[in-house]
């Protein structure tokens, strides 16, 4: 096959204990615009102009949006910001647990937790 039938990545789910606070925060502290609540219940949140989109599920399961290899959690969303240092600052000026900003071969990035435990990383 010369081309994949796949054009782009539309929305990924991420689990979260508390849709209405967990839906708050990706807003307020992240800053992605929120579209809507569901009446299934969901919410749809944008990042910016692009075509992505977050849906947070809410769950009762002890679940997340990361894995692990060897007992310890790796993420498996990844953002991008340009602004890298000012939005490490940021989440930690609002209670964010960040991991510290690490450099591979020119290449920035760290980890933060959602209030849900998820482990998501953001590079530039």
Excluded: C
């Excluded at 609540?37 to 749809?44: M, V």
């Excluded at 991008?80 to 647990?97: A, M, W």
């Amino acid at each position: 096959m010369s081309k994949s039938f796949i054009e782009q990545v539309h929305y990924i789910r991420i689990p979260v204990r508390d849709l209405e606070k967990s839906a708050q925060w990706y807003g307020n502290v992240l800053g992605l615009e929120l579209l809507t609540i569901t009446d299934d219940p969901f919410a749809i949140l944008k990042i910016n102009e692009g075509p992505f989109l977050i849906i947070l599920v809410p769950t009762e399961d002890e679940t997340f949006a990361h894995f692990t290899i060897h007992n310890k959690p790796t993420f498996s969303i990844g953002f991008t910001s340009p602004e890298l240092s000012q939005f490490h600052q940021h989440l930690i000026n609002h209670g964010v647990k960040v991991e510290e900003i690490l450099e591979d071969k020119g290449h920035a990035y760290f980890n933060f937790y959602d209030p849900n435990g998820n482990k998501l990383q953001t590079h530039w």
